[in-house]
């Protein structure tokens, strides 16, 4: 029997990203779970999660959602967490221009209120337009945002990077964006 890992990514996402209480699992403060118990406790609900299938998760994750500690006793998602965890991050200082993917709905709220977090802890945003292409994809036609990075960190406003390479910030305010035509 073939495992689908897209749908155990997107199973693992939820519980580790929004919800481990669906399962009964407890995050530690910076978003860990202990495999072990997220094994036995995700085969109550969805069996046949083994840790060779998770390794393959979390290895062949197109956008590398997860990641291991050292020793894999522990796992975690890289961002884009609704739930209080504090994932350690370090401030560092991003590229003159970043990217975000979203669609044309968005396009008023963005041009008055910037982009927002929402209920997740970050904005998150890529190096690559590709990456935004994608992004933006995902609801329909895409809209790229270009954000001025650079200035906003010039300007004091932080930036950190996940483990998988996106960059996270609070906020983006309106006049740091610029709308990609084609």
């Known amino acids: ?13 939820l519980i580790l990203r929004h919800n481990p209480s669906k399962i009964g699992l407890e995050l530690d403060e910076n978003g860990w779970a202990d495999v072990s118990e997220l094994i036995t406790k995700v085969n109550k609900y969805k069996p046949g999660l083994t840790n060779d299938i998770l390794e393959n998760v979390v290895k062949s994750c197109d956008k590398q959602r997860f990641a291991f500690n050292e020793n894999r006793s522990k796992i975690r998602a890289n961002q884009g967490h609704s739930i209080k965890v504090d994932l350690e991050y370090t401030a560092v200082q991003p590229p003159e221009f970043l990217y975000h993917g979203t669609v044309g709905k968005f396009r008023e709220d963005i041009r008055r209120k910037g982009l927002l977090k929402m209920s997740r802890h ?8 590709e ?16 954000v001025k990075s650079g200035d906003m960190y010039r300007k004091g406003i932080e930036f950190y990077q996940s483990d998988n390479g996106v960059w996270l910030t609070d906020t983006v305010a309106p006049e740091y964006i610029e709308f990609k035509t084609k």
């Open 1 to 13: 029997m073939k495992t689908n890992t897209k749908h155990i990514s997107k199973f693992l996402s």
């Open 122 to 129: 970050h904005v998150h945003l890529s190096e690559e337009l």
């Open 131 to 146: 990456t935004a292409m994608r992004v933006g994809s995902r609801r329909g036609v895409p809209i790229i945002l270009i």
